[in-house]
């Protein structure tokens, strides 16, 4: 299946490749990258066989990610797929063809990480289980004071979704224990899982000593959080040489 319209890109804007095309994130990168004067979406992938295929949605017709030409045209891949089998087979691709990647696919396990960077040695991969620029900062900022202050405190966090999410806990959760324990490898983190409604996202880091306790909130009211952090990822990623970046680094922390 190739593009319904075949437009070249905006004059000096990045063309990118996005896989995961129909899902929630997909849609919103698409809404996101039209307004968007600096790149536009050039293809658009889906897993063999899905009901989309072929569905246009902006000037991208959706494609099977096993079609021939995967990525040509492209200088980035976005990925928001759900199986990691399926990331790991589009960032070789993107290895071959020399098309940096963003991933934003969340549940991915340690192997798959692992994957994602022996592959960061041939083409510049972002990962991140949470694009927003604000959850990425409450990660910074957690990691900054379990520094200043220490041991003493019970560490716990709260993360509440929408009642579809499937994973318990969350992404960012992990991201935010891998961080604190980058600080103190036998750190103790308590984690908390809330599934109810329609709650896009939140999540909460409470530092509790004796006599005192200490909150970081972040809480995301619209999707628009994560697509304006993937527009942010891929101007970044962009202008990298190959290696494995998370979104500290587009924050320039």
Same mark, same amino acid.
């Given at each position: 299946?190739?593009?319904?319209?075949?437009? *070249? *890109?905006?004059?000096?804007?990045?063309?990118?490749?996005?896989?995961?095309?129909?899902?929630?994130?997909?849609?919103?990168?698409?809404?996101?990258?039209?307004?968007?004067?600096?790149?536009?979406?050039?293809?658009?992938?889906?897993?063999?066989?899905?009901?989309?295929? %072929?569905?246009?949605?902006?000037?991208?017709?959706?494609?099977?990610?096993?079609?021939?030409?995967?990525?040509?045209?492209?200088?980035?891949?976005?990925?928001?797929?759900?199986?990691? $089998?399926?990331?790991?087979?589009?960032?070789?691709?993107?290895?071959?063809?020399?098309?940096?990647?963003?991933?934003?696919?969340? %549940?991915?396990?340690?192997?798959?990480?692992? +994957?994602?960077?022996?592959?960061?040695?041939?083409?510049?991969?972002?990962?991140?289980?949470?694009?927003?620029?604000?959850?990425?900062?409450?990660?910074?900022?957690?990691?900054?004071?379990?520094?200043?202050?220490?041991?003493?405190?019970?560490?716990?966090?709260?993360?509440?979704?929408?009642?579809?999410? +499937?994973?318990?806990?969350?992404?960012?959760?992990?991201?935010?224990?891998?961080?604190?324990?980058? $600080?103190?490898?036998?750190? $103790?983190v308590n984690h908390h899982s809330l599934r109810a409604g329609d709650v896009i996202g939140e999540h909460t880091v409470?530092?509790?000593?004796?006599?005192?306790?200490?909150?970081?909130?972040?809480?995301?009211?619209?999707?628009?959080?994560?697509?304006?952090? $993937?527009?942010?990822?891929?101007?970044?990623?962009?202008?990298?040489?190959?290696?494995?970046?998370?979104?500290?680094?587009?924050?320039?922390?």
């Amino acid at each position: 299946m190739e593009l319904s319209t075949n437009k *070249p *890109p905006k004059s000096g804007s990045i063309s990118i490749g996005l896989c995961g095309a129909a899902g929630r994130m997909g849609r919103e990168i698409f809404r996101a990258s039209a307004l968007s004067a600096d790149m536009k979406i050039v293809r658009a992938y889906e897993m063999p066989g899905h009901r989309s295929i %072929g569905m246009k949605i902006g000037d991208a017709a959706i494609e099977s990610d096993d079609t021939k030409g995967f990525l040509e045209g492209c200088q980035v891949l976005v990925d928001f797929s759900a199986p990691p $089998v399926a990331v790991i087979s589009h960032l070789e691709k993107a290895a071959k063809a020399k098309v940096a990647a963003v991933v934003g696919s969340t %549940g991915l396990d340690q192997d798959t990480r692992q +994957k994602l960077e022996k592959i960061a040695r041939q083409i510049p991969v972002l990962y991140s289980a949470n694009m927003s620029l604000g959850v990425n900062l409450l990660i910074a900022l957690a990691q900054r004071t379990q520094e200043l202050l220490g041991g003493g405190f019970d560490i716990d966090v709260v993360e509440m979704h929408h009642r579809g999410k +499937k994973d318990a806990p969350s992404g960012t959760s992990l991201m935010i224990e891998h961080q604190l324990r980058m $600080v103190d490898p036998d750190l $103790v983190v308590n984690h908390h899982s809330l599934r109810a409604g329609d709650v896009i996202g939140e999540h909460t880091v409470l530092f509790t000593g004796i006599g005192e306790r200490l909150e970081l909130t972040h809480r995301v009211s619209s999707r628009e959080a994560f697509s304006k952090g $993937v527009l942010a990822a891929v101007r970044f990623i962009s202008k990298q040489t190959p290696g494995f970046y998370d979104m500290r680094k587009v924050l320039g922390i």
